[in-house]
């Protein structure tokens, strides 16, 4: 059993940064594949970012390419998203969730634990 707890989120202007943390409960934190993903009104939960358990794989979604870094501290429980030149379309409720597996899935479907998310505006 895994348990996320999103923080990090808040309201920034178009170019600003943030930096959202997703803090797990559990030992087996280090065998997990963490996944961002975000979700808007109106529209699916989409894939923004993962990270494999070792933190040396990743994948970013095209819109985040080169603007937005996973990564992760396993002696912390912790893995981060830093969001750079932000954009009114990154506006959305982000999610961080957590697989233990050695694959590194990009899909919602492929997570098995979810926190509870935290809101991310950016004003124009």
């Known amino acids: 059993q895994v348990q996320l707890v999103e923080s990090g989120g808040g309201l920034v202007q178009a170019g600003g940064s943030l930096r959202l943390s997703c803090a797990a409960s559990g030992r087996t934190f280090g065998s997990c594949a963490m996944g961002w993903f975000r979700h808007t009104p109106g529209k699916e939960r989409e894939f923004v970012a993962a990270?494999?358990?070792?933190?040396?794989?990743?994948y970013y979604a095209d819109s985040v390419k080169g603007r937005f870094i996973i990564s992760r501290d396993n002696t912390k429980n912790t893995v981060y998203l830093q969001m750079n030149t932000l954009k009114p379309e990154d506006t959305a409720v982000y999610y961080c969730?957590?697989?233990?597996?050695?694959?590194?899935?990009?899909?919602?479907?492929?997570?098995?634990?979810w926190g509870q998310g935290t809101q991310v505006t950016v004003s124009s």
């Open positions: 990270i494999n358990w070792g933190g040396d794989t990743t």
């Open positions: 969730a957590a697989r233990s597996t050695v694959l590194l899935p990009r899909t919602a479907g492929g997570y098995d634990y």
